[in-house]
């Protein structure tokens, strides 16, 4: 796996899966070890972690941003 990068850093022109990981636990260590690369949605104030529908929208929204460049 490559390192981790911010959301709007990557290229989303090659052929890709989305794995969205729940809100308390995250995605397991043997799904992370399988990927080719991780993107962070990055955050602020007391707030941790997104809701996985409203993490799944804003990854889906730069892919078919980037698709579309």
Do not use: T, W
């Not at 850093?9 to 070890?33: F, N, Q, T």
């Amino acid at each position: 796996m490559k390192g981790e990068k911010r959301y709007y850093e990557m290229d989303y022109k090659m052929p890709l899966a989305i794995v969205i990981g729940s809100e308390g636990e995250g995605v397991k260590p043997l799904v992370i070890k399988n990927c080719d690369f991780v993107v962070s949605i990055p955050q602020k104030g007391k707030v941790n972690s997104l809701n996985a529908s409203v993490a799944a929208g804003i990854i889906i929204f730069e892919v078919l941003k980037s698709r579309s460049a």
